[in-house]
């Protein structure tokens, strides 16, 4: 006699996992007050070291950078200062090019720039004299006393942690060649152009809270929420900063 099992069935409701959506922020810093005329940082021919290359020509202060015509605030750092738990799959790996910054004319050039943890950094030098690199960071080495000769090869490097804020880099044998770098651990930052706009693309969908720093002020705005829509880009409000606050140092 044949018996008949009990068949259990197992009904068991999945989710089907739906795509990530993501979403771009565009926007604009502009200042608020007369706009002044760039201070003179280095005279032509002024007494200073090595002036046959630092003072062959006069050089203007960048700390303060606005457009006459739009008023826009140019190398303000703009930047989720927390990793967010999602990243574009495009963008979770730090960039395999390396982003530049060079010492010539005794400057350097660019004045800002954004990096990520453990993305190359490459110094160079195209003066006919040496340059001693330093970094005033606070999570990262100082550099030591490395030095980049002249018109060689550039000094490759990373920074291996992510910093706060955006921190000085300098010579210290020129006191005065002054730049700001920010080093983060995600693709989320972003340096405003001459006109003071800026884009930060692929954020993941929801509410951020951004940081907006600028070097003469320190932070314009600490908790800057902005929401993101998919696929959509938001275009954000003008921020206004005023003349005085960023005078102030």
Not at 49 to 69: G, P, Q, R, T, Y
Not at 187 to 211: C, E, M, S, W
Not at 212 to 234: A, P
Request: proline share 7%.
């Amino acid at each position: 006699m044949l018996k008949t099992i009990p068949t259990l069935l197992l009904i068991v409701h999945c989710s089907v996992a739906t795509a990530d959506e993501w979403g771009s922020i565009g926007g604009q810093i502009i200042v608020e007050g007369e706009i002044p005329e760039r201070i003179v940082l280095i005279a032509k021919d002024a007494e200073v070291k090595d002036k046959e290359v630092c003072s062959a020509k006069e050089h203007l202060a960048e700390d303060l950078m606005i457009d006459k015509d739009s008023r826009g605030l140019a190398n303000v750092f703009v930047y989720l200062a927390k990793k967010p738990k999602k990243i574009h799959p495009d963008l979770i790996e730090p960039p395999t090019e390396a982003i530049s910054t060079t010492y010539k004319g005794c400057q350097l050039i660019p004045h800002c720039l954004v990096g990520r943890v453990r993305q190359n950094i490459a110094i160079g030098n195209e003066d006919t004299i040496a340059h001693n690199p330093h970094m005033y960071a606070l999570s990262n080495p100082a550099l030591g006393s490395l030095l980049v000769p002249r018109m060689k090869k550039p000094l490759i490097f990373r920074c291996q942690r992510t910093e706060p804020t955006p921190f000085k880099f300098g010579c210290d044998y020129h006191p005065w060649i002054n730049a700001y770098w920010l080093i983060v651990d995600h693709p989320y930052a972003a340096l405003t152009d001459k006109d003071g706009k800026f884009q930060i693309d692929n954020l993941p969908v929801g509410d951020h809270n951004f940081r907006i720093w600028h070097e003469r002020f320190g932070d314009i705005n600490k908790n800057y929420r902005v929401s993101v829509t998919s696929g959509d880009r938001v275009e954000l409000p003008a921020v206004s900063v005023s003349l005085d606050k960023l005078k102030s140092r």
